[in-house]
């Protein structure tokens, strides 16, 4: 630091434009799956405070502040596999929550992230978004755009720790034993599960390939051809917003759904091919809720996700039967360790023709 204010004469460094973006993050990761958190924006305070939902300050952001997104989440100062959030405090987020959260990726904004969720109740508690955190564990209450969320965090009296779980929003069986037909590849059979977002489950052996061995970049080809298959071929429905009913991804598995001691393996590719180095959040949340629908596993029997790119570790358990519009559906509990990594400064200067970042496959 004292050759840097040395070399700028007294100035901090590095320069920016006086117009030019000043963001400063928190660095996290959960299973290896990256989360770049903004604490503030100024434009969604302002949205929210003048009584914007959660949903439509989402589509404001994308028509509006895109290029926070890009500049973040692209290179060169994200990458392929970047993930973040905007944290927002007031508005919405204080009517019966700590927070809110507006999530970005490479290609734009999920209505859920599992994974950020059990980031950002660590985060709550470390940087005093709960006002009087409580021990052993504390209950941090997130607004996302798919609804309200619980996360459940330890905390010692001076720091939050780890595991931490959260509840999910209903999630529910959307399709079973779908028919897709997908080009190049045939036939395949699909299960479409809703777990705050929409996506389809299958066995990568339907599609000759192995989600333990294959690589990755063939596991990714055919998930997008799924993905994109099923776009086409089934319309997707939500009980409370046609913003919700969208299928985010495809996420492969070893076929193992049956109940068992042993961890179940899967690959989730969401969003423009973007991998998931977690076992996914949301996906546990959907493939639990399918797991229930179709009787391999009972109320309150934990099962083990690993995610093939990382092989890190998450839980996943059905511990309330519901109903949800016409769907029957469960709350899930997902559970799993979050790390931070640092925090960081990124500025723009106005004449870089890269400021807000390219996309890069």
Same mark, same amino acid.
């Given at each position: 630091?004292?050759?840097?204010?040395?070399?700028?004469?007294?100035?901090?460094?590095?320069?920016?434009?006086?117009?030019?973006?000043?963001?400063?993050?928190?660095?996290?990761?959960?299973?290896?799956?990256?989360?770049?958190?903004?604490?503030?924006?100024?434009?969604?305070?302002?949205?929210?405070?003048?009584?914007?939902?959660? *949903?439509?300050?989402?589509?404001?952001?994308?028509?509006?502040?895109?290029?926070?997104?890009?500049?973040?989440?692209?290179?060169?100062?994200?990458?392929?596999?970047?993930?973040?959030?905007?944290?927002?405090?007031?508005?919405?987020?204080?009517?019966?929550?700590?927070?809110?959260?507006?999530?970005?990726?490479?290609?734009?904004?999920?209505?859920?992230?599992?994974?950020?969720?059990?980031?950002?109740?660590?985060?709550?508690? !470390?940087?005093?978004?709960?006002?009087?955190?409580?021990?052993?564990?504390?209950?941090?209450?997130?607004?996302?755009?798919?609804?309200?969320?619980?996360?459940?965090?330890?905390?010692?009296?001076?720091?939050?720790?780890?595991?931490?779980?959260?509840?999910?929003?209903?999630?529910?069986?959307?399709?079973?034993?779908?028919?897709?037909?997908?080009?190049?590849?045939?036939?395949?059979?699909?299960?479409?599960?809703?777990?705050?977002?929409?996506?389809?489950?299958?066995?990568?052996?339907?599609?000759?390939? !192995?989600?333990?061995?294959?690589?990755?970049?063939?596991?990714?080809?055919?998930?997008?051809?799924?993905?994109?298959?099923?776009?086409?071929?089934?319309?997707?429905?939500?009980?409370?917003?046609?913003?919700?009913?969208?299928?985010?991804?495809?996420? *492969?598995?070893?076929?193992?759904?049956?109940?068992?001691?042993?961890?179940?393996?899967?690959?989730?590719?969401?969003?423009?091919?973007?991998?998931?180095?977690?076992?996914?959040?949301?996906?546990?949340?959907?493939?639990?809720?399918?797991?229930?629908?179709?009787?391999?596993?009972? *109320?309150?029997?934990?099962?083990?996700?690993?995610?093939?790119?990382?092989?890190?570790?998450?839980?996943?358990?059905?511990?309330?039967?519901?109903?949800?519009?016409?769907?029957?559906?469960?709350?899930?509990?997902?559970?799993?360790?979050?790390?931070?990594?640092?925090?960081?400064?990124?500025?723009?200067?106005?004449?870089?023709? *890269?400021?807000?970042?390219?996309?890069?496959?």
């Amino acid at each position: 630091m004292a050759m840097a204010m040395a070399a700028g004469g007294g100035r901090r460094l590095p320069p920016h434009s006086p117009s030019g973006l000043v963001l400063q993050t928190v660095e996290m990761h959960t299973g290896g799956e990256p989360l770049r958190i903004i604490p503030r924006l100024e434009a969604a305070e302002e949205a929210v405070a003048g009584g914007l939902s959660l *949903l439509s300050l989402r589509r404001e952001m994308a028509a509006t502040q895109d290029h926070v997104r890009r500049a973040l989440m692209h290179e060169p100062r994200g990458h392929s596999g970047m993930y973040g959030v905007v944290v927002v405090v007031g508005g919405v987020a204080t009517t019966s929550g700590h927070l809110a959260a507006v999530f970005l990726h490479g290609a734009g904004y999920s209505t859920m992230c599992g994974h950020a969720v059990l980031a950002l109740g660590r985060f709550a508690l !470390d940087y005093g978004l709960v006002a009087v955190p409580s021990c052993p564990e504390t209950a941090v209450h997130l607004h996302c755009p798919c609804g309200p969320i619980t996360a459940f965090v330890p905390w010692d009296g001076c720091r939050s720790g780890n595991p931490v779980r959260f509840h999910s929003v209903p999630a529910f069986a959307a399709a079973i034993d779908l028919a897709i037909d997908v080009p190049g590849h045939g036939k395949v059979v699909v299960d479409i599960g809703y777990g705050g977002t929409f996506y389809a489950f299958l066995s990568a052996e339907q599609l000759g390939l !192995d989600v333990c061995s294959s690589k990755t970049r063939d596991l990714v080809s055919v998930a997008s051809a799924v993905t994109e298959a099923v776009k086409k071929q089934f319309k997707l429905h939500h009980p409370e917003s046609e913003d919700l009913a969208f299928l985010y991804g495809t996420i *492969l598995t070893d076929g193992k759904d049956a109940f068992s001691e042993e961890p179940t393996t899967n690959i989730c590719v969401f969003a423009d091919e973007q991998v998931d180095r977690s076992p996914t959040g949301s996906g546990v949340t959907a493939r639990i809720a399918l797991q229930y629908h179709k009787g391999l596993i009972q *109320l309150n029997q934990t099962r083990t996700f690993r995610s093939s790119t990382t092989g890190s570790l998450f839980t996943g358990k059905a511990v309330k039967a519901t109903r949800f519009g016409d769907y029957n559906a469960v709350i899930v509990e997902v559970s799993g360790e979050a790390f931070y990594t640092g925090t960081a400064t990124f500025t723009v200067e106005e004449e870089d023709s *890269l400021k807000y970042g390219f996309f890069f496959k």
